[in-house]
Nanobody
Framework: QVQLVESGGGVLQPGGSLRLSCTVTENIFSFSVMAWYRQAPGKERGLVAS???????HYADPVKGRVSIARNSAKNPLYLQLSSLKPADTAEYYC????????WGQGTQVNVSS
C-alpha cells in the first residue's frame, strides 16, 4: 500500500528557512508527479511546488524565488525547501503523489511566528 509520510514541520521564525521531507513507501520515480501542497486555516489547499516524472518543476507564484523541490533517488525522500519565511507561510503542508490515482500524506504543521 502506498504511504506518504511528511516530517520537518514546527515553529519557525520569520526570515528563517525550512526543509520538509516526504518519505514514500514506493519508488518516487514511479509516480507521474509528486508535489507539495499547503492549507492555511480557513483557506483552500493550494499547490506549493510540483515535479513531474520527466523532471519538469513548477512553483506557485507566492513562493517563487525562495522555494525548491527535489527528489534525489528512488528511495530517498521528496524534499521541499522554503526560505525567507513569512507568517503567510503558516499552514499544514501535504505531500502528494500521483500513480494511477492520487495519494496524500497526513500533513505536517508549519507555524511561522516571532
Amino acid at each position: 500500500q502506498v504511504q506518504l509520510v511528511e516530517s520537518g514541520g514546527g515553529v519557525l521564525q520569520p526570515g528563517g528557512s525550512l526543509r520538509l521531507s516526504c518519505t514514500v513507501t514506493e519508488n518516487i520515480f514511479s509516480f507521474s508527479v509528486m508535489a507539495w501542497y499547503r492549507q492555511a486555516p480557513g483557506k483552500e489547499r493550494g499547490l506549493v511546488a510540483s515535479i513531474a516524472g520527466g523532471g519538469n518543476i513548477h512553483y506557485a507564484d507566492p513562493v517563487k524565488g525562495r522555494v525548491s523541490i527535489a527528489r534525489n533517488s528512488a528511495k530517498n525522500p521528496l524534499y521541499l525547501q522554503l526560505s525567507s519565511l513569512k507568517p503567510a507561510d503558516t499552514a499544514e503542508y501535504y505531500c502528494f503523489g500521483h500513480r494511477g490515482m492520487g495519494y496524500w500524506g497526513q500533513g505536517t504543521q508549519v507555524n511561522v511566528s516571532s
